[in-house]
């Protein structure tokens, strides 16, 4: 239930994988979202996951993603995000074929924002020929000249260390992770149900990673240092219809807790949000729709659309009452698919930094 | 503004009086807003579909990567780049035959394919994941599917293989087939291979080629002018040529209608003058007055130029394609700007060919009546100052001969050289009329001279006209038989086998041969093949000739070693088509590097030879060692020699046994008379404008002499009253005429024989790459001397007769008359 909304999220920015040099046609038909998931394995209840292989892709699901966000601070205190996403598609079930043959598309984001500005690029690949892929041992998700790679000594259980790459026309930047605690199943042990369609995903996050790097932009490096989140989901399902978009938070509490939470919206009126509250101890608290408020306070207009960039959050259940602002009102992922993705503070009863992530304005 | 529409009335009375004379100006203007706009039409319909061509994935617009060596490289350095950051994509082009018919097939990956690479968005939409799953989608033009007579989803084969369903591509260029990269290359039997790959403008870090590549990809820049472009350009400069000429003979009608009206209505203009309305009314009014007569013309002469356009279109397109190899699609689409620049050029023509009279009109004296008798000193001082212009057109024609060294140089040879004539030709006319009048002996044969000289500069616009066209038709003629009649020997050389086969694919081709060697009256089977490659950055065909005497005895070269053909047997050596050998600057002795599928292929020249109508660079080497550098070439092709008399069952047992059509096999004749048609059809657009050409010259010689019939009364009175008929008047005035208009035309014919030597020895060689031979004939410029005269016949028909059936009055009333 809890993560319904994330297979959601992602599985709407996968499958719109192609759009941008698709159009609508290409998005109907093979984005694909929309239709049955027949041919492709089904999410159920009870898996057991096994690492380092589950990092790798499954090919038999047809949509996989691997999503880094971090929130990071320069010397002088310059606040700073950085966004690394590798999204699989498959267009077509059956066994991963050789070549040109192979049905999975892969398409990459990334982006570094900073308070004045938000820089992003988009890249798509083929699967088949070694332009983009994952491999789980040693760890390696590339596209293009972007990459996540597994560092010595490696952890399977933390998925860490790792190192990030990634570039565009006006920015780059390369962060190491390291975590020092186990990543978190979400869900029941990993099975992520989706309440009302019985729609599901396998999901697991690393949100404990530590990250220090250089960020690039405009030919400015510039050494960073902070924290960061990883997300990994993978489905066959299809978008529910009823939902118009979503409005997604990953935080850092500076207590060393974290939060995850979202909120779907539905097109009747009905908002049905979720979430996971991950104690430094590695405790993880499920949080149900009735226990999260989210108000939208401050709407900035960006292509025509009114954007909610700061939210007031209430979890009474958690004593948790805060007001989140963006480190960037315009961190506008201009993408096939656009959407805002950018990093926030909060202050309130808790303080810190995390990832706002909204869809379908 | 009441006054100037009162002053606009009156003047445009003039024209209802005399519809004529209204019917002239306008057929001036349009036949030359006509000319002009449909020949514009035509070069902007090829220039579109060369821009189609060019944006097709990758074509020159689109900076690329392609091997050092060879003609293919490994995938892998695709995958290198990318992940070194270079936003690549790949593309894999060759070759494959569809119902005897071979066709480019270009393999493409629509994922990386950069957006700016032209037709990339419009493949997106025919259903990426039907385009790249298999059996996938293969892309085609309308008119490649309705040449290979098939429908959409149609699975046709090539060498046995099953191809994707063919799908309508309404933007692709055609004869192009599209797939998907992995497609293409299992088609291609070329597994991991890529011709090319395109550079998407992404900007971003990307690390040094040399870093990721070595030495095995070379960086291709994009060029801003097609391939296509550089070599149709030729083909446009002759039809603009022709639309201006057109055009600059449209305006001569233009010229001597509104002199004829100004002339005319000068009484009107001066009692409007005395009026009251000013100089300056006066000619706001005048101008207003053309410009919406040119309107009016100028939208009739557009629709009009459409209508030609449409009609020349099929041919232009013949020719191109015959020619350069260029598509040209045979609808004609028209951008707006067409239609104001035709407007805007029918309106500027007029106001220029108006210049002088409403200079005139301008400067009119309120109360002038005196006429110009001294028109003899005016008219030499005119023709000294003439003959000086064309002595500096002359030089220039010189200069441009012999410092140019391009195509638009040639162009301007031939230009100079025609405005030279032109403005050399009432001197010309004035001494030879001078010549005549010296050895008149009777009062009125004297007359009759110098009358003629007289009237010289009335009617030298409409000469230099017929002067212009007579000489482009001659220059034209005599370079189109000159072609073809080199041509037509040189086919004979080259299409030595006597009968042509094509077969489905290379085990059909096996059988065939098989089948034929069993066959007696098959006297020798001789194999042929192509490839395709690349020399100096230029695509070329490489043509393997089996080592038979058909050849060596047949095939005409214009230059050789010794021993050419012994030294072609090793590999090592290739004959060079004159084309490529002008553009490289290729010699027999020299040595080139040819990149083959296993690597660079060294080879000797050792020969040149003709290769007319190839718009590709064409080297031709030994069969055999073709087949070992390019192994993967369809080996369909064979020639065969049979006896005359066994060619006709040979090819119906050959279609019944192996199910070959006239597409698959053809004989000799059948070959030659379609290479003959194709030629035939190239030159017809030329022939279509030289007529175009030559009956607006015959106009404005006709609207020259009715300008000047009237004006000339009070010359011709005087004769009648001193007991000359009216019928002898008329044969005088006609014998005048016909007089001037064959000096005219006797000058005419060696300005075009120079006009032929500039098209063939310049002109030719640079748009083309051939230079042929200079042949005369001397019956073709008997006929276009008769045409001249038929048209100065026809012209002078009109105010001849019109002077014989003059009322005595209208001749009395010249002494009565103030003028």
């Not at chain 1, 998931?37 to 699901?61: K, Q």
């Not at chain 2, 394609?321 to 035709?342: D, E, H, N, S, V």
């Not at chain 2, 379609?674 to 030289?690: K, M």
């Not at chain 2, 032929?756 to 073709?780: D, E, M, S, T, Y």
Request: with cysteine; proline share 6%; glycine share 8%.
């Amino acid at each position: 239930m809890n993560a319904s909304g994330r297979i959601t999220r992602r599985g709407f920015v996968g499958g719109a994988l192609l759009a941008g040099f698709g159009g609508e046609a290409l998005a109907q038909g093979f984005a694909g979202l929309g239709e049955s998931a027949e041919g492709f394995a089904p999410v159920v209840p009870g898996r057991t996951f096994a690492f380092p292989a589950d990092h790798g892709p499954h090919p038999e699901f047809r949509i996989e993603w691997w999503y880094v966000t971090a929130n990071l601070s320069d010397a002088s205190g310059n606040a700073y995000g950085t966004q690394w996403t590798l999204f699989r598609q498959a267009i077509a079930p059956g066994g991963p074929q050789d070549g040109w043959a192979n049905q999975q598309i892969w398409m990459g984001h990334a982006a570094v924002t900073r308070a004045d500005t938000h820089r992003f690029s988009q890249v798509f690949a083929r699967g088949g020929v070694g332009q983009a892929g994952v491999e789980a041992k040693p760890f390696h998700a590339w596209i293009d000249a972007w990459e996540m790679r597994g560092l010595d000594p490696a952890s399977d259980e933390n998925i860490a260390p790792l190192e990030l790459k990634a570039s565009g026309a006006d920015f780059s930047y390369t962060l190491r992770l390291g975590a020092l605690r186990p990543l978190v199943l979400q869900g029941d042990g990993g099975y992520s149900r989706k309440s009302l369609r019985e729609q599901a995903s396998y999901y697991y996050s690393q949100p404990h990673y530590s990250a220090t790097g250089i960020l690039t932009i405009d030919d400015k490096p510039v050494d960073v240092t902070g924290m960061a989140w990883l997300d990994r989901e993978w489905s066959s399902q299809p978008l529910a219809s009823d939902q118009s978009g979503w409005d997604w938070l990953s935080l850092h509490f500076t207590t060393g807790d974290k939060l995850m939470l979202y909120r779907m919206r539905q097109t009747d009126g009905q908002h049905y949000g979720s979430g996971k509250w991950i104690t430094p101890d590695g405790k993880a608290e499920q949080l149900a729709s009735g226990d999260i408020t989210m108000t939208p306070l401050v709407f900035t207009e960006i292509e025509k659309r009114k954007i909610p960039t700061t939210w007031r959050i209430a979890v009474p259940k958690m004593a948790l009452s805060i007001e989140c602002t963006p480190l960037n009102a315009r961190s506008w992922m201009g993408t096939s698919f656009p959407y805002w993705e950018g990093p926030i503070r909060f202050a309130g009863s808790h303080t810190g930094v995390g990832y706002l992530e909204m869809t379908g304005y | 503004m009441k006054r100037a529409l009162w002053t606009l009335a009156v003047l445009l009375s003039h024209w209802r009086r005399h519809p004529m004379q209204l019917a002239t100006l306008l057929i001036g203007l349009i036949s030359a807003t006509a000319l002009w706009s449909g020949v514009q039409a035509l070069n902007q319909q090829a220039r579109i579909s060369y821009d189609r061509a060019a944006a097709t994935f990758g074509g020159t617009r689109t900076a690329m990567l392609v091997a050092s060596s060879g003609v293919t490289f490994p995938q892998k350095l695709f995958v290198d780049l990318r992940r070194a950051g270079w936003p690549v994509s790949p593309v894999l082009e060759g070759r494959i035959q569809i119902e005897g018919r071979s066709l480019r097939l270009m393999g493409i990956e629509p994922v990386t394919l950069p957006a700016e690479v032209g037709n990339a968005p419009t493949i997106g939409k025919a259903s990426l994941q039907s385009f790249m799953t298999p059996p996938g989608e293969m892309l085609v033009a309308p008119e490649t599917l309705a040449d290979l007579k098939l429908a959409e989803g149609a699975r046709p084969e090539a060498s046995g293989t099953l191809l994707p369903p063919l799908r309508i591509q309404p933007n692709l260029v055609p004869g192009v087939l599209v797939v998907d990269i992995g497609i293409a290359q299992s088609l291609l039997k070329m597994p991991d291979q890529l011709s090319r790959l395109l550079i998407g403008k992404a900007a971003g870090k990307r690390a040094p080629l040399e870093n990721v590549t070595g030495d095995k990809l070379r960086l291709v820049e994009p060029d801003a002018e097609t391939d296509l472009e550089r070599l149709t350009n030729s083909f446009h400069l002759n039809l603009t040529a022709f639309g201006l000429l057109s055009f600059f003979v449209g305006l001569f009608i233009v010229n001597s209608a509104i002199g004829l009206a100004f002339e005319q209505r000068l009484p009107v203009l001066r009692t409007l003058r005395a009026c009251g309305v000013s100089a300056r009314m006066l000619n706001v009014v005048l101008v207003l007055e053309l410009v919406t007569l040119a309107l009016a013309a100028g939208l009739i002469g557009l629709v009009c130029g459409y209508f030609i356009a449409g009609a020349l279109l099929p041919d232009v397109a013949a020719s191109l394609r015959g020619l350069y190899g260029a598509q040209i699609p045979g609808q004609l689409t028209l951008k707006p700007q067409w239609w104001f620049a035709g407007i805007a050029i029918s309106i500027l023509g007029a106001l220029a060919a108006a210049a002088t009279s409403l200079t005139k009109a301008l400067r009119l004296p309120l109360l002038a009546t005196a006429q110009p008798f001294a028109w003899q000193q005016a008219q030499r001082r005119w023709l000294t100052y003439q003959s000086a212009l064309a002595l500096a057109a002359f030089a220039g024609a010189g200069g441009f001969l012999w410092f140019g060294d391009s195509l638009l140089s040639g162009f301007a040879v031939l230009a100079a050289l025609m405005l030279g004539a032109a403005l050399i030709l009432p001197m010309v006319l004035e001494v030879a009329l001078s010549i005549g009048q010296r050895y008149a002996q009777q009062p009125l044969g004297v007359w009759f001279w110098a009358d003629s000289r007289q009237q010289l500069s009335g009617l030298s616009l409409a000469l230099m006209a017929l002067l212009l066209a007579l000489a482009v038709n001659v220059g034209v003629s005599t370079m189109v038989e000159s072609f073809s009649r080199t041509f037509l020997v040189w086919l004979d050389g080259r299409l030595a086998a006597d009968v042509y086969v094509n077969a489905a694919n290379d085990d059909q081709a096996h059988e065939i041969k098989s089948w034929l060697r069993e066959r007696p009256e098959v006297e020798a089977i001789l194999p042929g093949g192509r490839a395709d490659t690349q020399l100096a950055g230029a695509p070329i065909e490489v043509l393997g000739l089996p080592d038979h005497a058909t050849y060596r005895d047949n095939w005409p070269l214009l230059q050789s070693a010794d021993n050419a053909w012994t030294k072609l047997r090793p590999g090592n050596a290739a004959l060079v088509s004159e084309q490529l050998a002008r553009r490289l600057q290729l010699s027999v002795g020299d040595r080139i590097d040819v990149p083959a599928s296993g690597g660079n292929w060294t080879l000797d020249v050792v020969g040149i030879y003709a290769d007319y109508g190839n718009p590709k660079g064409q080297i031709a080497v030994n069969f055999a060692a073709l087949t070992r550098r390019f192994p993967e070439i369809p080996l369909t092709r064979m020639g065969l020699r049979v006896a005359p008399a066994n060619i006709p069952a040979l090819i119906s047992a050959l279609k019944e046994k192996f199910g070959l059509d006239d597409r698959n096999v053809a004989d000799q004749a059948t070959m030659k008379a379609e290479s003959t048609r194709i030629f035939n059809r190239t030159f017809s657009v030329t022939a279509a404008l030289n007529t175009f050409t030559l009956a607006v010259a015959g106009i404005a010689l006709l609207t020259s002499l009715l300008t000047l019939a009237n004006s000339r009364l009070p010359q011709l009175a005087p004769l009648w009253a001193i007991g000359i008929t009216r019928r002898q008047l008329a044969v005088i005035e006609l014998l005048k005429t016909m007089s001037v208009a064959l000096i005219t035309t006797i000058f005419a014919l060696p300005l075009g024989l120079l006009v032929a030597w500039c098209l063939l020895a310049i002109v030719n060689v640079k748009a083309f790459g051939w230079r042929l031979p200079f042949h005369l004939f001397p019956l073709q410029l008997l006929w276009l001397t008769g045409v001249a005269m038929a048209a100065a016949l026809a012209a002078s028909a009109l105010p001849v007769i019109r002077l014989a059936r003059m009322q005595p009055a209208s001749l009395i009333r010249i002494f009565a008359n103030e003028r």
